[in-house]
């Protein structure tokens, strides 16, 4: 695909400042991110996700170790698993109607986005502090014909720009680790209509474990994010009106996917930790969904 022009793709309406010095950090993190792990598995079919996979890997898919194409194959086998993710994440939106709107919080390049549009043919807003992802997930949209649907916005999702009650459903894929819980939920329980659904998947360190692991510090300062324990999860959604209807543990699911990334070459240095945390037993991968109340 041709990457939007960053000049010309942006929206026309101003774009806010980061409202701490901490978000200006993050805008400038991603706006610089430009990882082969996530571009690569994008170009397969067009959806460029920013989250990790669920489910066994097909070995007949990847055909001999000794194969030409292999590599290829082995890319073409991490995609499908992660959007097998975004799907699984689809499927406890619940009931969905064509005049809903949908709001993904930091939507990344938006390819959970198109997904959503294209199963429930409803209106999905994305919000991300940064603006090379918000224009590279509206450049894409304008390709695919869908941009008066979908769209992403620069801004807080903190401070999101939908009046209250406006939205049927709402998530983060793996993007609250860089905000306060508490602001988080309060501002997606403002959003969503009472009877909402809110989902999350996450992950999130153990508090069985008894505290954050060393794994989880290397993989806090390597995406310069704060991981919550799950317990943070589920007493500020509760705080906030917000109350747990289904809590999936994903951790068996999602070690194949990074056992299979630790042998490509989209290797990014991060994967032994994902993948001892997840066997130690001192971080967890997490799907909850909650309805508002």
Not at 24 to 41: C, F, S, T
Not at 229 to 257: C, F, G, H, K
């Amino acid at each position: 695909m041709t990457l939007p022009d960053v000049t010309t793709a942006r929206d026309t309406l101003t774009i806010p400042a980061p409202a701490t010095p901490y978000q200006g950090d993050i805008a400038r993190y991603w706006n610089h991110e430009a990882r082969p792990v996530n571009l690569r598995l994008g170009d397969v079919d067009g959806l460029y996700h920013h989250h990790y996979g669920i489910g066994d890997v097909d070995h007949a898919a990847l055909g001999g170790p000794a194969d030409a194409d292999r590599e290829q194959k082995l890319v073409a086998e991490l995609h499908r698993l992660e959007s097998a993710q975004a799907e699984l994440l689809l499927d406890h939106l619940g009931p969905i109607q064509r005049e809903d709107v949908l709001v993904d919080a930091g939507c990344g390049r938006g390819g959970t986005m198109v997904m959503a549009h294209q199963r429930f043919g409803c209106e999905v807003d994305g919000v991300t502090l940064s603006v090379k992802q918000a224009d590279f997930a509206n450049g894409r949209a304008g390709e695919l014909g869908i941009d008066k649907s979908v769209r992403a916005r620069v801004c807080n999702m903190l401070d999101m720009p939908f009046d209250t009650g406006q939205v049927a459903a709402s998530w983060n894929n793996e993007s609250s680790m860089y905000v306060d819980l508490h602001d988080l939920f309060a501002e997606h329980s403002r959003i969503l209509a009472v009877g909402g659904r809110y989902v999350t998947i996450t992950g999130c360190w153990n508090p069985v474990y008894g505290q954050p692991s060393k794994w989880v510090s290397q993989i806090n300062a390597h995406f310069e994010c704060n991981i919550h324990s799950r317990r943070e999860y589920l007493r500020a959604m509760v705080d906030n009106r917000l109350v747990p209807q289904t809590i999936i543990d994903l951790t068996p699911a999602t070690l194949p996917y990074w056992e299979l990334r630790a042998t490509s070459s989209l290797v990014t240095g991060i994967e032994d930790a994902f993948i001892n945390s997840y066997r130690d037993g001192s971080f967890q991968y997490l799907l909850i969904a909650a309805d508002r109340v």
